[in-house]
């Protein structure tokens, strides 16, 4: 009885780590792109944001996005940390 308990969350984990590869394989086909002032990203819907880590400095962080059009963006950009006191 164990054994099948064992099996049956075994697969369980392996399909939902299937789900979680395509993710992880298309950001690594869609270029980074850096943002700078001059750039006017078309931003429709945003997918996901990097954490901003607690440390006093300018940090890199990671924008994912889909464009009016569909089409799936990474844009790079720096921001504060949040680690400074405002005291």
Partial sequence: MKALVVLALSS?????????????????????EEYTYSSHPD???????????DVC??????????DSQ???????YRVMGNGCSHG
């Fill in 70 to 76: 569909g089409a799936r963006h990474i844009m790079e």
């Fill in 43 to 53: 931003i429709q819907k945003v997918i996901s944001m990097s954490e901003v880590p």
């Fill in 12 to 32: 369980l984990c392996a399909t939902a780590m299937a789900d979680e590869i395509p993710t992880d394989v298309a950001s690594h086909t869609v270029p980074v």
């Fill in 57 to 66: 400095e300018v940090v890199p962080a990671r924008m994912v996005y889909e």
